[in-house]
């Protein structure tokens, strides 16, 4: 498996990005990152994806989404603090 250092830079950034607005959203709704919250999260973006058609392989938002779903939970929720406003990898 592919650690975060060998993916590409951009690659990388559009990810964390994702991640950001996946903790932002769960926190904001009183959800918490634990590991049920993230797996909710991630059902739920791909049921309605599948509902639309998506299909996994490609490189196209759903992907992304669910790619920063994987970073938060390989990160073990250790992210910047919303309170921070600061919304990168710690």
């Known amino acids: 498996m592919?650690?975060?250092s060998q993916?590409?830079?951009?690659?990388?950034?559009?990810?964390?990005?994702?991640?950001a607005?996946?903790?932002d959203i769960l926190i904001l709704g009183d959800h918490g990152l634990g590991p049920v919250e993230l797996a909710d999260y991630a059902r739920?973006?791909?049921?309605?994806?599948?509902?639309?058609?998506?299909?996994?392989g490609g490189h196209?938002?759903?992907?992304?989404r669910l790619a920063g779903v994987c970073l938060l939970a390989m990160t073990d929720g250790v992210m910047a603090s919303i309170s921070d406003g600061d919304a990168a990898l710690s």
């Open 2 to 4: 592919e650690t975060r």
């Open 60 to 64: 196209d938002w759903v992907t992304l």
């Open 44 to 56: 739920g973006v791909e049921d309605v994806a599948r509902d639309r058609g998506w299909r996994p």
């Open 7 to 19: 993916w590409a830079p951009g690659l990388l950034a559009e990810v964390d990005q994702h991640a």
């Open 21 to 23: 607005a996946v903790r």
